[in-house]
T-cell receptor
Framework: GAGVSQTPSNKVTEKGKYVELRCDPI?????LYWYRQSLGQGPEFLIY????????DSGLPNDRFFAVRPEGSVSTLKIQRTERGDSAVYLC????????????FGSGTRLTVV | AQSVTQPDIHITVSEGASLELRCNYS??????LFWYVQSPGQGLQLLLK??????LVQGIKGFEAEFKRSQSSFNLRKPSVHWSDAAEYFC?????????????FGTGTRLQVTL
């Protein structure tokens, strides 16, 4: 597609529930990134994929967070047993290869855990 | 480890006045530097980026930034601010363009524009 698409745009869930957030990157972009942005903060890195594999997952806060990208395109960020502290905007970005490409961000999914 | 410092949390300027937003980075190699803007409820929009070449980089919406290696800085400037520039601005650093590593962001500077 023309840009990075994230769905849903908003998600409200109850504490303890499981959620999935979806990211559809720009067609042909091999690198895909997940960030978390809490209120009043800059985006914090969670994980990035090069193709289907997680090249760096050092930012995942704990084992309740998991992400997949099975076919090297769409990615899903999965959060188990959600906690109120997980409330944030989750941003996805994709990047093509070569020096001309920057990082293109989606509009994010606002997750609220009540 | 790479890091970015944006010393100013909040800046207020009058419409038509000039603007400079500060950014200092820490990175062990040649940095790939970015400025993004974020309006309320929106994603991040790229203003400009720099890796090599002329240290004064032109971006969209009349913004420019200057890379100063000796000061580890990449400050964003605009000669005349418009009310529509009110937003949150983020500086970020990453590895060279040939690699697809993560970006590290600063905490942002919120710009308020008074009429």
């Amino acid at each position: 597609g023309a840009g990075v698409s994230q769905t849903p745009s908003n998600k409200v869930t109850e504490k303890g529930k499981y959620v999935e957030l979806r990211c559809d990157p720009i067609s042909g972009h091999t690198a895909l990134y997940w960030y978390r942005q809490s209120l009043g903060q800059g985006p914090e890195f969670l994980i990035y994929f090069q193709g289907t594999g997680a090249a760096d997952d050092s930012g995942l806060p704990n084992d309740r967070f998991f992400a997949v990208r099975p076919e090297g395109s769409v990615s899903t960020l999965k959060i188990q047993r959600t906690e109120r502290g997980d409330s944030a905007v989750y941003l996805c970005a994709s990047r093509g290869t070569g020096t001309a490409f920057g990082y293109t961000f989606g509009s994010g999914t606002r997750l609220t855990v009540v | 480890a790479q890091s970015v410092t944006q010393p100013d949390i909040h800046i207020t300027v009058s419409e038509g006045a000039s603007l400079e937003l500060r950014c200092n980075y820490s990175y062990g190699a040649t940095p790939y530097l970015f400025w993004y803007v974020q309006s309320p409820g929106q994603g991040l929009q790229l203003l400009l980026k720099y890796f090599s070449g002329d240290t004064l980089v032109q971006g969209i919406k009349g913004f420019e930034a200057e890379f100063k290696r000796s000061q580890s800085s990449f400050n964003l400037r605009k000669p005349s601010v418009h009310w529509s520039d009110a937003a949150e601005y983020f500086c970020a650093v990453g590895a060279s363009p040939g690699t697809a590593s993560k970006l590290t962001f600063g905490t942002g500077t919120r710009l308020q524009v008074t009429l």
